[in-house]
């Protein structure tokens, strides 16, 4: 979520879930490959028992928190590689603030880049009040060009304790927790690539059938903090990754590998197998290294070049490696995480990648859920979460009165035919003495396809008991059906066949300054999509011609003010056929009550009947699964202009989003709105006017 890139730099940078980004759409890889096809949902885990709420230390009253954050260029290593990159303050990742709910915060954000704009999108964080405050470019404020200051001041939710991002909020004053823990550990997962953005989004802005995409990301990090096989250099999709595979290094002793070729070299290659064998690991950066003809490519020749003397991957040993000018030991994982025995910890869990669906793990220890996007929820026990980009969770994690060592933390990618091996984490024992990797190796990720454990997992959380019920409803929901389309030979993403592209002014920079018109497509946006439209078809085979309907255009919904908003995300066949994946969708300025999920096409008559008016969570985030449909409610009482869109930053990209304008009747009310948003396109060649203006006439229906 914090995640920027630029040119030939590339940075993640993590702020909250929160998003530090060239654009809003930033540009980054595509989803085209291993997605999952729909199944039968699975019975949920049973509800455990959960130590009583004891009280917490009251917060102090609220406080105003001053920060400077310098963004600017730096060399950094977060998977052992060095590269140039983006960080705040000369760091990766940047600061953490930690504040209590009704806190004001003031961060002056300075851009020291050469080329580069910058906004900071506080993921989680409703900006009631501030919509300019929300980074989103050309939504609620211009991006800041190099050279350039901007100030955000906003206050921080009156709600539950929470991770969001590297944002830690407390809870409200006078409040209790509904459970008890003796200490707090903070994890914040990203994926990371090597490659250039802007080469990147040449792959994603090609014609239909030169269209590429850069692949699965070289690491996941914990913490800013992950591990690249170096030994193999930047070969593309040909990695073989050894990072951290402690299996492999236990079961070869640390010795040379004997087969260095792997299971593709074909009997036919020019070269024989002998040859391939006889080949070692030039740890070049860059290099490709082929031995054989045809598809035989190398694995590492030495695995002593990554393993300690207990077998392990050690960035240590690394370094003392022919790869070891391309590592840096002091900036790569594995994270330590100090615990002692018998104690309860609450582990906050926020995903912030920009594609990857991920699985967390702790060796030898269960969890329980009790909080998801900064809401209790129904505790229950897992022995392993999917957490999917933009979501964030707290579990409870009691350590065992009478064990010492230590245990891996794993990290792997669910919901794509994953080419990244997990990162890994270590929760140390303070018993353990000067020993810091575990005896056994790390546990497997579940099967990347099995999209039933995920349900499973979603389904079973419900909202904790004192939470908000949902308000009643009287309008039909609006219908937003996801459909992968091609636009004037592009490979677009499209919701009820409009595929989102930006304007260069802001929205709410437009409707402050009454300047719509001249900004934005004005007609309504539609509300829902043809009724014989065959979900279980790819969208060329809707029309006879081969075509389809979808444009690309910047329209938005617009609502009044305190208007209840059902809204149901309707999951779709891709151009391949019997082939959907699953779309986090987040929503900006709002929590919603997630009513509840189901499979194939959504009937109001026959689903309205199966939603969930007794416990349904509140979330920020929530997922769509293959081939199925996410209904959601929520109050537009948060004057301002929102998106709504999926979590998948290549989504996003290509044009998997929507705009909410709510309450723009109301904007007048707001007070201190900094011109210095809106200062861009339309706004700054026309100038602005002395007062903001109100636009005339009404929401439409």
């Given at each position: 979520?914090?995640?920027?890139?630029?040119?030939?730099?590339?940075?993640?940078?993590?702020?909250?879930?929160?998003?530090?980004?060239?654009?809003?759409?930033?540009?980054?890889?595509?989803?085209?490959?291993?997605?999952?096809?729909?199944a039968p949902a699975p019975t949920p885990p049973a509800a455990p028992a959960v130590s009583p709420a004891t009280p917490m230390t009251p917060a102090p009253a609220p406080t105003t928190r001053h920060f400077t954050w310098n963004v600017e260029y730096?060399?950094?290593?977060?998977?052992?590689?060095?590269?140039?990159?983006?960080?705040?303050?000369?760091?990766?990742?940047?600061?953490?603030?930690?504040a209590n709910a009704g806190d004001r915060i003031v961060v002056v954000m300075n851009n020291h880049l050469d080329t580069e704009g910058v906004v900071i999108h506080w993921h989680g964080i409703k900006q009631i009040g501030t919509p300019w405050a929300d980074g989103t470019a050309s939504i609620s404020q211009c991006a800041v060009d190099p050279g350039e200051s901007f100030t955000y001041d906003f206050t921080v939710d009156k709600r539950a304790a929470g991770l969001y991002g590297s944002l830690i909020v407390n809870v409200p004053e006078g409040k209790k927790e509904p459970f008890h823990y003796d200490g707090e550990l903070n994890m914040l997962l990203s994926d990371w690539y090597h490659e250039a953005v802007y080469a990147q989004a040449a792959g994603l802005e090609r014609k239909d059938k030169h269209f590429q995409w850069i692949g699965e990301p070289q690491a996941i990090l914990i913490n800013g903090k992950g591990q690249y096989d170096c030994t193999l250099g930047d070969v593309g999709e040909f990695q073989k990754g050894i990072r951290h595979n402690a299996q492999k290094?236990?079961?070869?002793?640390?010795?040379?590998?004997?087969d260095a070729c792997d299971k593709d070299c074909s009997a036919d290659a020019k070269k024989t197998e002998a040859d391939c064998k006889a080949k070692e690991c030039s740890g070049k950066q860059g290099e490709e290294m082929k031995a054989c003809d045809g598809e035989c490519r190398m694995k590492a020749a030495k695995e002593k070049a990554v393993c300690d003397d207990e077998k392990q991957v050690s960035c240590e040993v690394i370094m003392k490696s022919e790869c070891g000018p391309f590592c840096r030991k002091t900036q790569c994982g594995p994270v330590v995480f100090d615990v002692e025995p018998g104690k309860t910890y609450r582990l906050r869990i926020a995903s912030t990648t920009s594609l990857s669906s991920l699985n967390v793990q702790v060796q030898g220890h269960k969890m329980v859920m009790v909080e998801a996007d900064g809401n209790y929820v129904d505790p229950f026990v897992v022995d392993d979460i999917d957490i999917y980009s933009g979501e964030s969770y707290s579990v409870l994690l009691k350590t065992n009165p009478n064990s010492k060592g230590s245990f891996w933390i794993s990290v792997g990618v669910r919901g794509r035919k994953p080419k990244t091996l997990p990162a890994l984490g270590i929760l140390k024992y303070s018993n353990t003495g000067s020993a810091i990797l575990p005896a056994a190796p790390p546990p497997e990720t579940p099967d990347w396809e099995s999209v039933n454990r995920s349900k499973a997992f979603t389904y079973s959380i419900k909202a904790a008991a004192g939470t908000e019920k949902p308000?009643?409803?009287?309008?039909?929901?609006?219908?937003?059906?996801?459909?992968?389309?091609?636009?004037?030979?592009?490979?677009?993403?499209?919701?009820?066949?409009?595929?989102?592209?930006?304007?260069?002014?802001?929205?709410?920079?437009?409707?402050?300054?009454?300047?719509?018109?001249?900004?934005?497509?004005t007609t309504e946006a539609p509300h829902t999509f043809n009724s014989k439209y065959n979900i279980s078809k790819p969208p060329e085979e809707q029309d006879p011609d081969g075509k389809t309907?979808?444009?690309?255009?910047?329209?938005?919904?617009r609502f009044p003010h305190g208007r209840v908003m059902d809204v149901v995300i309707q999951n779709a066949n891709?151009?391949?056929?019997?082939?959907?994946?699953?779309?986090?969708?987040?929503?900006?300025?709002?929590?919603?009550?997630?009513?509840?999920?189901?499979?194939?096409?959504?009937?109001h008559e026959r689903d309205a009947k199966t939603l969930n008016m007794v416990n349904p969570p509140l979330r920020n985030t929530v997922v769509v699964f293959p081939f199925g449909w996410t209904a959601l409610r929520f109050v537009a009482d948060n004057p301002g202009v929102?998106?709504?869109?999926?979590?998948?930053?290549p989504h996003l990209h290509m044009g998997m989003g929507v705009i909410f304008a709510e309450g723009i009747e109301k904007l007048h009310t707001l007070k201190d709105a900094p011109k210095e948003a809106f200062m861009c396109g339309v706004v700054s060649s026309r100038g602005t006017p002395a007062k903001p203006l109100v636009p005339a006439g009404s929401p439409s229906p």
């Open positions: 979520m914090a995640e920027h890139r630029a040119g030939s730099l590339v940075v993640q940078q993590l702020v909250m879930c929160c998003t530090l980004m060239l654009l809003f759409a930033r540009p980054v890889a595509p989803a085209s490959r291993g997605l999952m096809s729909p730096i060399l950094w290593a977060p998977d052992c590689t060095q590269h140039g990159m983006i960080g705040i303050n000369g760091s990766f990742p940047g600061p953490t603030i930690t290094c236990d079961a070869r002793k640390g010795k040379q590998v004997e308000v009643e409803s009287t309008d039909p929901p609006m219908v937003l059906l996801n459909t992968q389309d091609v636009v004037e030979e592009h490979i677009k993403w499209a919701i009820n066949h409009v595929s989102l592209g930006l304007p260069s002014t802001p929205y709410l920079g437009a409707y402050l300054y009454g300047m719509e018109e001249d900004v934005f497509d309907p979808t444009t690309v255009r910047n329209q938005v919904y891709m151009r391949k056929q019997d082939t959907s994946e699953v779309h986090p969708w987040h929503l900006h300025g709002h929590d919603f009550w997630v009513m509840g999920y189901g499979e194939g096409r959504y009937e929102w998106a709504f869109h999926c979590h998948i930053e």
